[in-house]
């Protein structure tokens, strides 16, 4: 039952990252910068429409954090831009962060986008948790093709903290400012402080207590990080779609 179960889980995985290995080809891109931060901490800059961040601890390595940011441009109303944050811990005492936070702006007429975050734990007293934070900048569209999910798994865990949250933010019409580049550091840093929040959640709690607790701080993330979009660009309004799951 256990290697039913953990292939399962692990197919799951191979089927989100997946999708970002068959995206379409990128036009119009905006440069972003690549660099690293420490042993444990890796920050991409992705030119791709695609953007990911994979968090996978080791027993030589147990605490892992992995993240991604992209900022992309395209006129092509084929193209589909794919937000991914994973984090998975199969070590007893790992801990796994990652997060993605990608920002993109449809010229054209058609505007297509995915956000998916996916937290997955096989251990005792472990943890896992996954952001992904989209922002998609449609001014022209007619046409939005937009979806947000999250999945977080615990198969067979003893005392885990599972956890993943998917935040969209979607923007059509209005102004035509971009998001500042002060305002990307600010999302950067608090995205990056929920999924610390998620993952310090006390194991003791339960789900019934941890996934209240997590769609709380994952709603209220989701509403400082609004409140910044709509100030910096200077829309009136923005789309929220939030999803919050905590393992079980």
């Not at 297509?112 to 569209?141: E, F, K, P, T």
Request: glycine share 6%; aromatic share 2%.
């Amino acid at each position: 039952m256990r290697t039913k179960l953990v292939k399962g889980a692990f197919g799951v995985l191979i089927l989100v990252s997946g999708m970002l290995l068959v995206g379409p080809a990128t036009v119009g891109v905006v440069p972003a910068e690549a660099s690293s931060q420490g042993a444990h901490m890796m920050i991409h800059r992705s030119t791709s429409l695609d953007a990911a961040s994979t968090a996978i601890p080791t027993p030589g390595q147990p605490t892992v954090s992995d993240s991604a940011q992209s900022t992309v441009r395209t006129s092509s109303s084929t193209n589909k831009a794919e937000s991914v944050s994973m984090a998975t811990s199969n070590c007893d005492g790992c801990s796994g962060v990652a997060t993605t936070f990608q920002v993109v702006y449809f010229d054209g007429k058609v505007a297509n986008a995915d956000n998916s975050a996916v937290a997955w734990s096989s251990c005792a007293g472990c943890s896992s948790s996954a952001v992904a934070v989209q922002l998609v900048v449609a001014r022209r569209a007619t046409q939005l093709n937009v979806n947000n999910r999250a999945l977080a798994l615990n198969v067979e865990c003893t005392e885990c903290t599972t956890s993943s949250a998917a935040i969209q933010f979607v923007i059509s019409g209005g102004t035509r400012r971009d998001l500042s580049a002060q305002a990307k550091d600010m999302i950067s840093q608090i995205q990056t402080e929920l999924g610390q929040r998620l993952q310090n959640t006390p194991r003791s709690q339960g789900l019934q207590r941890s996934a209240p607790l997590a769609k709380s701080l994952t709603d209220d993330t989701a509403a400082r990080l609004a409140q910044i979009i709509l100030k910096d660009v200077g829309a009136s309004s923005v789309q929220r779609n939030i999803d919050v799951r905590s393992g079980q």
